[in-house]
């Protein structure tokens, strides 16, 4: 299983673009990388995905590195609901299951 | 569309007594799993199904056990409640088809305390 790896916290101002680094050096060529948050202690939220190609959508963008062995999650104008705890995940495809595996993540303070 | 649907929200226990954490989806997903969430910790998954009929075991199944008699429903059953057992527990379930899938939807908890 590709593993990753997160700074456990950061903090970014209102208004500013929050950038969340995610590391997966191991990812093989079929996974995906996949990302969560959690508000306070709600039940995750998806936020976007992607397998190498940049992804944009509503609430993010995600740029992956062209090797896949990295990649950041672009939250472009945080604001205070944005305070969460960051999830990256590699997709475990393993038989006939799509199973997450969720590490500590990030924690994103942002302040005013 | 509820989504995923828990009950219940809180719930504490006695050691040794059993209970069964209700979770439905009214979304027609195929996938369905269940977590644990330690204080300060990750997810865990405990259980997951592939559809009606079919389950399999996770990272932490360990006294638990599931079934999946409908697509909807996914209860999860605490036999022999244990002090370790103490934690947040979510539903989850996704759509799957061949090598894509399209996010998983959790459902908003069940807090559980062994006393």
């Known amino acids: 299983d590709a593993k990753t790896t997160q700074p456990p916290s950061m903090d970014c101002a209102e208004g500013r673009a929050a950038n969340l680094p995610c590391n997966h050096s191991?990812?093989?060529?079929?996974?995906?990388v996949y990302w969560y948050r959690q508000i306070h202690s709600q039940g995750p939220q998806y936020i976007i995905h992607g397998l190498k190609n940049n992804e944009t959508n509503e609430m993010a963008s995600l740029i992956i590195t062209e090797d896949r062995k990295s990649s950041t999650l672009i939250l472009p104008h945080a604001t205070l609901r944005d305070t969460a705890v960051y999830y990256c995940i590699v997709r475990d495809y393993t038989g006939t299951a799509s199973k997450l595996t969720f590490g500590t993540g990030t924690r994103l303070q942002v302040t005013l | 569309n509820a989504g995923v649907t828990q009950t219940p929200k809180f719930r504490i226990l006695k050691i040794g007594q059993s209970m069964t954490l209700q979770c439905t989806q009214d979304m027609n997903h195929n996938y369905m799993y269940w977590y644990r969430q330690d204080p300060g910790m990750g997810l865990k998954l405990i259980y997951y199904s592939v559809g009606a009929g079919i389950t399999d075991k996770g990272e932490v199944p360990n006294g638990y056990n599931v079934s999946r008699s409908t697509t909807e429903d996914f209860p999860l059953r605490l036999e022999l409640a244990a002090p370790s057992q103490t934690s947040v527990y979510f539903c989850?379930?996704?759509?799957?088809?061949?090598?894509?899938?399209?996010?998983?939807?959790f459902g908003s908890g069940t807090r559980l305390t062994v006393v």
């Open positions: 191991t990812i093989s060529g079929n996974e995906y």
């Open positions: 989850a379930s996704s759509y799957s088809a061949g090598d894509q899938d399209y996010g998983y939807t």
